[in-house]
């Protein structure tokens, strides 16, 4: 008791701290805003969250469906009766639907999978079986293959080196994959690069299913018939309309053919149930899968190739839909030109309670009382920009055309971009620019977790502390700081940051809301009301987080981003990929040694199929000294910004706002204009999904991947290149600080 | 090309070497040896092994059994018929057989466990079902309770611990564990201190069955119905008849009664297959076990308690049962009261084809030909044993109690006791005291593998490295020599080792003879000629190879001991129980500040009962100097004693003679005369198997352990003791060093 007493008067203190000195605000202007926000916690109602989400997921709710337009309405409507300037923003990229779906194994014992995820009783939306989308992977190619299978464990990269070592080629070879691991898209690009003709993606029960809990409608987890749909569009390459790259799919847009459109699957694939994949595992022969492929399924799995065909057919309505991205504004009062802009999406692949409805009902509670308290006297300096979008899950199109149809007026006024996408019981998840690290933590101290009393910033920190090794726990020990994860992609932030260069963040709850209803007509609100979110307890509290993001940022004096924070992460992700070349080398090294000692020959079963690897070229020493050279500049521009970061309270007003339009562009010089080798659309030097690993970040991508390819020449060009970009990001700082130092200049004569 | 043929040079060329100075003989001896050596490789014969094993296998042989006593006669014939002074040694230990076994789900859905593994058409043994043992664990209590199950994973104490944060108690329950991560008898020993009433133990596919390949017949794995007996007897505190501790089960022996036998299980226990645990784990609620403790059963894993209650009921027949021993000596053509031993036990669970007739007929072949060698004059030095145990499967019980009836003259006379039980295809496994590491790598040089080419040596390293994490490979690559594995408990090298201080060590090939017979009626001559060693190939090279073990250190002029092995190794134990301790502390530390900032319960989830730690006495430090400082003294001592180690050679006869008592006896002076805390049969202060661990070693067991279990007084006390222990082990040395100097003085003069 007397402990958690101290807990309670540390956070008071923090409390009291914060009230003192709100990162970015005067101090007149911290009391203001921190009584603006006690009125906002009080307003915000958990009720409307669960209303709201009941009728916008009580039918399915994709691109194209009556449902999708319906809710774009519904909800451009709140915002209207809360005060924004509303409007439908309508795009019309290509949009494949299935119309013929068929997978049989032939042979002696012939099985057709069933591609359907039974009505349940106990939920009451999962009967809507005409207005569903079936189980399918969007922009998979049309096809009609038969062939032998192989299974290809994630069906990434290492995967099929593993799959040489066993003497299996997949060369005409229909695959089959494993979810997980990866983003699906990666999948079947691996397995078309490789050759083969067709891919199956199923969700093994050790990953998603009996193995992780009691199966829907028992427990939450994804029962024998359930099946992940899911894009499968080359989003590494670019997202949105694959027919649009680089401008808005507008009615009258200049389109590529759908020949020429790089980011459309080559090859057929479709996603399965665990049911009706076992029968497919279940006829596979040759040697039995390395430890780490195994999956739950009460069969020894096999890489195969099967004994018997199967069949694959596979034809889609590539048509165009139209798309309805809801933008609601309230114009800021001094600096109408600098948005402040915050999303989620609200189309579903069928009902989408918890993916995006979640997190959509946080954003709606969030803006009406935003527009409450706008009508009692709360005028935010800056302009705030709501949006839900439509078509995220078929390719993030509804933000990603928007924004490239916007690009040189956001590029030109927004601030930040805070994207949130489903959310539910447990800890805060953040990621976004390292340069809102500082500030996000502030905000983090302040926001109480509604289960334990607990800051939301000590919840995620003891629970890091618990989770991790006993080794690591002593060092975690020492920052009690929420580092924010590096964005990778998987939601609406991409074009913002990726591509246009905007400070971004992604937010939500989750950790305590396990499930497999993901991308599957169980996602609906009878399953996310008995196991997400009951209460939307924790809806509210990503409204009471995320609403303090943008009503800060919107009313901020001095825009709270620190170059400090960034320069760190900045020099930890050098030094990363200085180690992966040092560990690359070392590697190579003793590989090469054990080819030349003979070692894997005689290591090996002479039974078993087991190819020995092949010498490597040795890893070349690369010149990281421009590099360095621009981390020691930025690191002494970000500390001397930093030290004199709270005399900029002090400017007048229109000192200010040079200094913040100075600040917030900052992020826009991590762009390089050529964008990233092989994939122009992507801009940014620090950020970016994985060429070959879909969602998951690969930070540094430029050298990093080109390292992970062993293409040490890109390797040297990409450190000049960063180097370079540093630099540029650098004087953008430096400015900031003469714009400081010129004003302290005046202020101390 | 180039490479191979690099290799192959290399290895005549170490064969060269080692033709001039093989370690422990004269030059001249040398030559005289390795020429034995090469008649020996020549006359070696699979078939022989192929026969005995079709005969000894052909029905089961279990203690008590006909063809138990039938094998035993059959052994002694062939030893006889080689010109061995053979005997069969009887004992009368205490062997139960069940009466009575009935496992039951009460409830709703009544289920009753078949316990019983089904005939197969496809092996010719299996269907013998009135000759078999059926599926039980011996020593197991006599029971009939019925009460409420829980799953308690492995059945260790971390998983108590890991139950108890739950809020599960077993307290009145039967538990329900999986096999393996620890010996089974350590599971009902740890259920019936934490308060259970009863014990199941069944073989989860994903570690035995399915998950591991495909199952017998199809494949060598354990299927559905196939179930492991084994002994539960607490042999960690001691082994062999459970009424005679430390003296041999003589007809006339003191027998203890039977309730005062503490190694006798205190519940019932007994062994299940994974289809006769599937309705009571499905019958388990609460909550969702933590993903380490999942199988491979195609259901959700709860800890339970259960639904309905089980119901379990055991009755055994507590008879004596005569056991055969065979015992064939060589005796000694110089030094007969100088024994080199060498055994691998005869009797099995069922028919025991690959545990342990594998490794017998290996003995055998290896005795035939060591017979052969001396009909044309090769006169070993030293007397020879070979012995063939009788019932090791229900408690090294053969081994112990011959081991306790001749310990004086054991003691006086043994040089070394050498160790086999099973072999398959694959690599050498080799276990053993350090003082002989330096001796078995040079026999390791000189037997080549029979599927590769290299030597059995060259190939084990070359696995290491291969199976190592990349990022251990560069360390490992320095050292091509075998280290010797620390030998706990599971054959019959523990009374001779363990209680009685004789250097051992145990030797067999394995890894690529997969499968899941083990213990089970499948373990036939059927399964093993399709799956472990068909042609008996590694069967030839364990003779080969423990031939070369025994016949140098029969013939040996100067015992081929090296303390500078030990000295490294034991060095390397103290570290580690330093590194334990300090690990210990700073964890401790970590965990009471974890536990002080509340962060295990800001962390759990409210909605889950999840228990956090308490707090912990700090780890205090231990005073270590006496300890460091006899290292010291040893690696003097042992340093210098190599350096002169070839002048041994020189020596005349007689001093040989009392240089080689004082080699052989070192080991002696590692047995500390009280025993270990709480176990005082078990004698050596390095090596013993764990008490929680069982067959799992603990090196440096009083320190070890005593620091495990949060005993620090305990702890210090140990470490005085083998300080002590060491210093008369460097004496021991110190007079070896002494009987070579004086006479190299006399050279010199």
């Given at each position: 008791m007397k402990q958690l007493g101290f807990v309670l008067i540390f956070t008071l203190m923090t409390g009291l701290l914060n009230a003192q000195e709100l990162m970015g605000f005067s101090e007149a202007n911290s009391a203001k805003q921190l009584d603006w926000e006690k009125q906002f916690d009080v307003q915000l109602n958990a009720k409307n969250q669960d209303e709201w989400m009941q009728f916008l997921s009580s039918h399915p709710h994709h691109v194209g469906s009556?449902?999708?337009?319906?809710?774009?309405?519904?909800?451009?409507?709140?915002f209207r009766s809360w005060g924004y300037q509303t409007e439908i923003a309508s795009y019309f990229p290509l949009f494949p639907t299935p119309k013929t779906r068929l997978l049989e194994l032939e042979g002696s014992k012939p099985f057709k999978a069933k591609l359907e995820e039974p009505t349940l009783k106990e939920d009451k939306t999962s009967g809507q079986k005409a207005e569903q989308l079936p189980t399918y992977n969007a922009y998979s190619a049309d096809g009609d293959v038969t062939a032998e299978l192989v299974f290809v464990n994630r069906g990434i990269p290492a995967d099929y080196d593993e799959l040489e070592r066993m003497g299996v080629d997949v060369k005409g070879k229909i695959v089959i994959a494993k979810y997980g691991g990866s983003w699906r898209g990666i999948k079947p690009k691996v397995a078309y690069e490789h050759g083969a003709i067709g891919c199956l993606i199923y969700s093994d029960p050790a990953d998603d299913g009996y193995a992780q809990g009691?199966?829907?409608?028992?427990?939450?987890?994804?029962?024998?018939?359930?099946?992940?749909?899911?894009?499968?569009?080359?989003?590494?390459?670019?997202?949105?309309?694959?027919?649009?790259?680089?401008?808005?799919?507008?009615?009258?847009?200049?389109?590529?053919?759908?020949?020429?459109?790089?980011?459309?699957?080559?090859?057929?694939?479709?996603?399965?149930?665990?049911?009706?994949?076992?029968?497919?595992?279940?006829?596979?022969?040759?040697?039995?899968?390395?430890?780490?492929?195994?999956?739950?399924?009460?069969?020894?799995?096999?890489?195969?190739?099967?004994?018997?065909?199967?069949?694959?057919?596979?034809?889609?309505?590539?048509?165009?839909?139209q798309l309805y991205d809801v933008i609601a504004r309230m114009p800021g009062s001094e600096v109408p030109d600098?948005?402040?802009?915050?999303?989620?999406?609200?189309?579903?692949?069928?009902?989408?309670?918890?993916?995006?409805?979640?997190g959509l009902v946080a954003e709606l509670e969030e803006a009406r009382v935003v527009g409450e308290l706008a009508k009692k006297g709360f005028r935010p300096r800056r302009t705030i920009i709501y949006c839900a979008w439509d078509g995220e899950e078929p390719a993030l199109l509804g933000s990603t055309e928007w924004a490239?149809?916007?690009?040189?007026?956001?590029?030109?006024?927004?601030?930040?971009?805070?994207?949130?996408?489903?959310?539910?019981?447990?800890?805060?998840?953040?990621?976004?620019?390292?340069?809102?690290?500082?500030?996000?933590?502030?905000?983090?101290?302040?926001?109480?977790?509604?289960?334990?009393?607990?800051?939301?910033?000590?919840r995620r920190y003891a629970r890091t502390i618990v989770q991790a090794e006993p080794s690591n726990r002593s060092k975690l020990l020492e920052d009690k700081n929420i580092k924010l994860g590096a964005l990778g992609s998987g939601s609406d932030y991409s074009p913002f940051l990726q591509h246009l260069g905007i400070a971004s963040m992604n937010l939500g709850f989750g950790g305590e809301d396990p499930g497999g209803e993901y991308h599957s007509i169980y996602d609906s609100y009878d399953l996310f009301k008995r196991f997400k979110d009951s209460g939307f307890v924790y809806g509210v509290v990503l409204s009471k987080t995320a609403g303090r993001v943008v009503m800060r940022l919107a009313n901020a004096d001095v825009l709270p981003f620190d170059f400090k924070t960034f320069y760190k992460t900045l020099s930890d992700y050098v030094t990363e990929v200085k180690t992966l070349l040092d560990n690359t080398r070392t590697e190579t090294d003793v590989q090469n040694k054990m080819i030349k000692e003979k070692l894997f020959d005689i290591a090996k079963d002479p039974k078993k199929i087991s190819r020995s690897p092949q010498l490597k070229e040795d890893v070349p020493y690369l010149n990281f000294s421009d590099l360095d050279n621009s981390l020691v500049n930025l690191k002494a521009a970000a500390e001397e910004f930093k030290k004199m970061y709270k005399d900029g309270l002090q400017l007048p007003v229109a000192k200010q706002n040079e200094l913040n339009d100075l600040l917030y562009k900052a992020e826009r010089s991590l762009l390089d204009p050529n964008g990233l080798p092989r994939r122009p659309w992507y801009k940014h030097e620090i950020y970016a999904p994985g060429y070959y690993t879909g969602?998951?970040?690969?930070?540094?991508?430029?050298?990093?991947?080109?390292?992970?390819?062993?293409?040490?020449k890109e390797a040297q060009q990409s450190t000049q290149i960063l180097a370079k970009t540093i630099d540029s990001y650098s004087q953008q700082v430096q400015q900031a600080i003469d714009v400081v130092k010129k004003n302290g200049e005046k202020r101390s004569f």
């Open positions: 009556p449902q999708d337009k319906t809710n774009a309405e519904y909800i451009a409507n709140l009691d199966v829907y409608p028992q427990g939450p987890f994804r029962p024998a018939q359930g099946a992940q749909r899911g894009s499968v569009m080359d989003m590494p390459v670019y997202p949105g309309d694959p027919l649009t790259p680089n401008v808005g799919a507008t009615k009258d847009a200049k389109r590529l053919d759908r020949k020429d459109a790089v980011t459309i699957m080559k090859i057929p694939v479709l996603p399965i149930s665990y049911e009706d994949a076992l029968p497919f595992l279940q006829s596979l022969q040759g040697q039995v899968v390395p430890q780490s492929w195994r999956g739950a399924l009460p069969i020894t799995y096999h890489v195969g190739p099967s004994k018997d065909k199967v069949h694959l057919k596979l034809e889609f309505n590539w048509d165009q839909k600098e948005w402040v802009i915050r999303g989620n999406h609200h189309d579903g692949w069928v009902n989408g309670a918890a993916d995006p409805l979640s490239e149809d916007h690009q040189k007026e956001l590029t030109e006024k927004t601030v930040a971009y805070i994207n949130s996408d489903g959310n539910g019981r447990g800890f805060i998840g953040a990621s976004g620019s390292h340069t809102l690290e500082t500030f996000f933590n502030e905000i983090a101290d302040n926001v109480i977790d509604p289960e334990t009393g607990a800051s939301i910033k000590q969602y998951g970040v690969k930070t540094l991508p430029g050298i990093r991947e080109a390292i992970e390819q062993r293409n040490w």
